[in-house]
């Protein structure tokens, strides 16, 4: 089965993410080779309903999250749609295959007492010699004060930073630009890099110890470092801080629509998700705390 077209279509028309694309890539070559190894064909025509319900079967089989199953079963029938519109097929062999339900699965948070361990292990940027350990304390300062995803914060480049306007310009999801405002702590530290990076600030924010753009694995490594220094929780990476920062705002009482932008969500329903986390806290509170709570019986 050949998916360059429909890969391409995803990256250029439907301005997916890269990691989405490398996904979905994955998703529809073990389809494919599912389809060779058990039924010995190799064009998507030849698909039936039966086949992908055959599959989905030996995936849960295999203990399988629902997660997963949801993502692989989503990127077949984009697929299959995607041929159908542009009449490359006249029969969709994904229609009517139900979706595997998931339950609601609460974003993971770094506690607010171990976040502000984090960042009092970091000597003060202005007299911090260290271009390396700065850089360090501003790419976790920006992933839990920004809310920035690991692809936003490697993609950042100097002339994204406007410190006139304490903002800072990300591209998200899709290329979607979108401003964060920036605290004058996160000023100083940018400052600071700016001041002993070699060159004068010029590209990519970030560098690796040899002077490469960063890369995700490097991001993720990193992070997991320095949490797991400071916290027991056994969920750590960046995007853990990311949901620590949209969680510890809904606590706050932040508008919800201005968490929203704020993330670069496209719909308030994924912004939701982070009042679950602070009604989660109300409940446990209530139960300790008042005289008809479970905790008081």
């Given at each position: 089965m050949q998916f360059y077209e429909f890969l391409a279509h995803l990256r250029h028309q439907r301005?997916?993410?890269?990691?989405?694309?490398?996904?979905?890539?994955?998703?529809?070559?073990?389809?494919?080779?599912?389809?060779?190894?058990?039924?010995?064909?190799?064009?998507?025509?030849?698909?039936?309903?039966e086949m992908v319900k055959s599959w989905l079967a030996q995936l849960v089989g295999?203990?399988?999250?629902?997660?997963?199953?949801?993502?692989?079963?989503?990127?077949?029938?984009?697929?299959?749609?995607?041929?159908?519109?542009?009449?490359?097929?006249?029969?969709?062999?994904?229609?009517?295959?139900?979706?595997?339900?998931?339950?609601?699965?609460?974003?993971?948070?770094?506690?607010?007492?171990?976040?502000?361990r984090l960042f009092a292990g970091f000597a003060d940027p202005l007299v911090e010699n260290d271009t390396e350990l700065l850089q360090d304390h501003l790419m976790l300062a920006l992933l839990y004060q920004g809310g920035l995803r690991r692809a936003e914060l490697i993609g950042l480049t100097w002339g994204d930073v406007d410190p006139d306007r304490s903002q800072l310009r990300v591209r998200g999801k899709g290329n979607k630009e979108r401003l964060i405002p920036v605290g004058p702590s996160l000023l100083e530290l940018i400052g600071r890099l700016r001041q002993l990076r070699e060159g004068g600030g010029e590209g990519p924010l970030f560098l690796t110890p040899r002077g490469k753009p960063l890369y995700p694995k490097f991001v993720y490594n990193r992070v997991v470092r320095y949490l797991s220094g400071v916290t027991v929780e056994d969920r750590k990476s960046p995007h853990t801080l990311r949901h620590s920062f949209a969680t510890d705002l809904a606590e706050e009482g932040a508008d919800l629509n201005a968490v929203k932008e704020l993330l670069g969500h496209s719909s308030l329903a994924a912004t939701q998700l982070?009042?679950?986390?602070?009604?989660?806290?109300?409940r446990e509170v209530y139960r300790q705390a008042h005289p008809e709570g479970e905790g008081k019986k």
């Open positions: 301005r997916l993410s890269e990691h989405t694309v490398v996904a979905y890539r994955a998703d529809l070559q073990q389809f494919h080779l599912y389809c060779q190894e058990i039924y010995a064909i190799s064009t998507p025509r030849e698909v039936s309903r295999e203990g399988l999250a629902a997660t997963s199953i949801r993502r692989k079963l989503s990127a077949l029938k984009a697929f299959y749609l995607y041929r159908q519109t542009r009449g490359l097929q006249a029969a969709n062999p994904t229609l009517r295959i139900p979706t595997p339900k998931t339950g609601r699965r609460l974003p993971a948070t770094i506690p607010r007492q171990d976040l502000q982070y009042t679950h986390n602070n009604l989660a806290r109300l």
